[in-house]
């Protein structure tokens, strides 16, 4: 087929698709792209949200051990009293008049010794929760030592793909865009849409399954395609596959499988 209304018809329907196909095929290069900077900004992101738990894991066991630390002076104080207390007594006890009297005193001595005791157990229980949390919060900042470092490489390896496809990114985007103008917006917004909802499925091509008998598929979703579908392609009219919405293009090989075998001769 040469010259003529019909072939211009065709040529332009052509290019409609072939140029559909360009801009599918930056935007496909474009995503691969991003896709490994999406992966490692998200675990930057995670060893971020890691750290984050790890520092407010820390600082409630800080406070926890700042409190059990007053209690602990609070119960040092109270045996303090009770000593100064005692020796008070102990002093009073020997210059004790009566028997009575020395009686009353060791008895309060007596008393005092009981509640002394009591008070240095509750200490010796709280400096023992205390060494425990201190413990806790060495094992934390050690595993934060650790997650930091991770964090450094997640960063530094975000930064290396950020500026390695910086450039590569820009210059995909204004190839996009210069092949997206040429393409009726219509079809460009259904194209969105498309790799919105199917991302690399949004285009396929097609697969001969026989060529005798013009037998096509989707190389989507496999689907055998009707033959009408086939004309459309040949022509290079916009075609969306019946069955899964992909567009459709035939790539060249089954495009010269496929014409007819009249005008091949
Ligand atoms: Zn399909």
């Not at 002076?73 to 020395?102: C, F, H």
């Not at 205390?130 to 050690?142: G, H, L, N, R, V």
């Not at 930091?148 to 865009?177: G, Y």
């Amino acid at each position: 087929m040469t010259g003529g209304k019909a072939a211009r018809e065709d040529q332009a329907g052509m290019n409609e698709t072939m140029k559909l196909l360009a801009v599918y095929q930056a935007e496909q290069k474009l995503r691969g792209l991003q896709s490994r900077l999406g992966a490692a900004e998200r675990f930057l992101s995670e060893q971020e949200r890691q750290l984050g738990a790890i520092d407010q894991q820390t600082s409630s066991l800080e406070s926890q051990l700042r409190q059990i630390q007053a209690s602990t002076k609070e119960n040092e104080d109270e045996m303090a009293r009770i000593d100064e207390r005692m020796t008070k007594l102990r002093e009073e006890m020997n210059v004790a008049r009566t028997n009575k009297e020395y009686q009353a005193f060791l008895v309060e001595v007596n008393a005092l010794k009981i509640e002394r005791g009591r008070v240095e157990e509750e200490v010796l229980k709280l400096i023992e929760q205390a060494d425990a949390i201190k413990t806790e919060i060495d094992q934390s900042a050690s595993t934060k030592d650790e997650r930091v470092k991770v964090r450094d490489v997640a960063q530094q390896d975000r930064d290396t793909r950020h500026s390695e496809i910086k450039d590569r990114v820009k210059e995909l985007e204004t190839e996009r865009d210069q092949l997206a103008s040429a393409v009726n917006p219509k079809t460009l917004s259904e194209l969105q849409r498309l790799l919105s909802e199917r991302d690399e499925d949004a285009m396929a091509g097609v697969e001969i399954i026989d060529k005798r008998r013009h037998e096509i598929s989707c190389a989507s979703c496999m689907m055998t395609l009707p033959v009408e579908l086939l004309s459309r392609l040949l022509s290079g009219t916009l075609t969306n596959c019946s069955n899964c919405g992909c567009f459709l293009y035939l790539d060249e090989d089954a495009s010269a499988a496929l014409q007819p075998t009249g005008s091949k001769r």
